[in-house]
């Protein structure tokens, strides 16, 4: 028994060191040698580790600062700079004074053939009723209105009866009397433009769009920054798009203040804030151009209406100008007798008179509203506006 027991630990004893011999000899196998490797150029060198062995430095020649090629300076970066917006030149309006009677010529041109038709009838040998009637004709035909062409055709048959012999210079001499007294030479024509006690004056034109009404407020501008006024200019004529674009042109010509709101907005607030800046920076005169629509009456007198109170809170008005276009004829007496419900008219201004030969218009448009002609338009130019002068006028109406 104990012989087998001794067998079988002596057996152990075997297969274990056969068994570790086994796993020794498998251990000490060599591993197959690594591949070679090609060093990556584009790798970045390896970092040295803390105690690793810094290179032995090598002796190179050391260079001077003055060997050394030191950037140059850079060149300056070219900015360029936003173009500048140079202010239109400040123009020097054409003096009012004279301005009539260098604009005769033109005015004479289409007015002289009223003139020339009147002296060539009167100048017949025999004024028959015939005749008369023909002057009757080419008045009405001027635009002179029924009423005044009967007054001046009976004036004149009286007068030439009781002279008798009618020379050419005697009866230009006639009519050009009794055609002053039609346009009445003693009309205050002065536009008004200084308050007596404080400024500014206030002006504000009205008249239907298309007659011209703010190139007129814009040269009325010109007029009187040329007598050495300084003006504000109130576009409150608010629901044409263009008015207040117009407007502000005509017055950066004369250094004019423009005074503008939103389009379609209230023309009242327009001309409030154009009257309170005017006085805020000590202005002479304030011009305020109006809205000149006539689609309904009603429409027109409120709005009008509502402009003038509003103003009238800063001050009373000065002037109220309707603009008539001449060459309309009897048609602008509508029109000016709608406004001159809408607003007290002070003075009206004929503009196109160059361009008509119905100067009988001033005559007719004096009796209907009971107010002076104060300005007549002869032309495009900036500085076509001119005073009303009567002799003038009627000197261009019947030639020299």
């Known amino acids: 028994m104990e012989f087998v027991i001794l067998a079988v630990v002596i057996a152990v004893v075997l297969l274990g060191a056969i068994g570790g011999l086994i796993v020794g000899s498998r251990r000490k196998k060599p591993l197959p040698p690594a591949p070679p490797t090609t060093p990556d150029i584009t790798a970045p060198p390896a970092e040295p580790h803390v105690g690793d062995e ?53 005015l004479s041109r289409s007015q002289n053939a009223l003139g020339k038709g009147l002296l060539t009838l009167l100048s017949r040998e025999h004024l028959d ?44 001499g006639l009519l050009r009397e009794e055609l002053l007294t039609l346009v009445g030479p003693d009309m205050d024509r002065v ?18 769009n298309g ?20 003006v504000v200019l109130g576009a409150a004529d ?68 509502k402009v003038k109170r509003v103003v009238e809170k800063h001050a009373p008005l000065d002037e109220v100008l309707l603009v008539l276009d001449a060459t309309t004829g009897q048609n602008g007496l509508v029109q000016a007798r709608v406004f001159a419900e809408v607003v007290d008219i002070t003075g009206i201004v004929l503009t196109k008179l160059d361009g008509t030969a119905k100067g009988g ?33 009627v000197d261009a109406l019947i030639g020299e």
Do not use: N
């Open 54 to 106: 810094a290179e032995t430095p090598r002796d190179e020649e050391r260079r001077t600062i003055e060997e050394v090629d030191l950037p140059g300076p850079s060149a300056p970066v070219a900015v360029e700079e936003p173009p500048t917006v140079e202010a239109p030149p400040i123009e020097i309006p054409e003096p009012t004074a004279g301005r009539l009677i260098r604009l005769r010529a033109r």
């Open 361 to 393: 218009i001033v005559v007719a448009v004096q009796r209907e509203l009971g107010v002076p002609v104060k300005l007549i338009g002869l032309g495009e130019g900036p500085d076509d506006l001119a005073p009303f002068d009567p002799e003038a006028f």
């Open 129 to 172: 009723d015939e005749t008369w009637e023909e002057v009757e004709d080419t008045l009405l035909t001027a635009d002179v209105g029924v009423q005044p062409t009967q007054e001046l055709v009976e004036r004149l048959r009286e007068r030439v009866k009781v002279l008798g012999t009618r020379t050419p210079r005697e009866l230009r």
């Open 211 to 230: 007659t011209g009404k703010t190139t007129t407020t814009g040269k009325l501008a010109r007029v009187l920054v040329a007598d050495g006024r300084t």
């Open 238 to 305: 608010t629901f044409r798009a263009a008015a207040a674009d117009q407007l502000q042109t005509w017055g950066e010509r004369v250094g004019a203040h423009t005074v503008r709101g939103p389009e379609a907005g209230d023309p009242a607030s327009v001309a409030f804030d154009a009257v309170k800046e005017a006085k805020e920076m000590g202005f002479d005169v304030v011009l305020i151009d109006t809205a000149g629509r006539l689609h309904t009456k009603t429409g027109l007198m409120d709005e009008l209406g």
């Open 191 to 208: 536009v008004r433009t200084e308050p007596e006690s404080t400024k500014p004056g206030i002006v504000m034109v009205v008249g239907v």
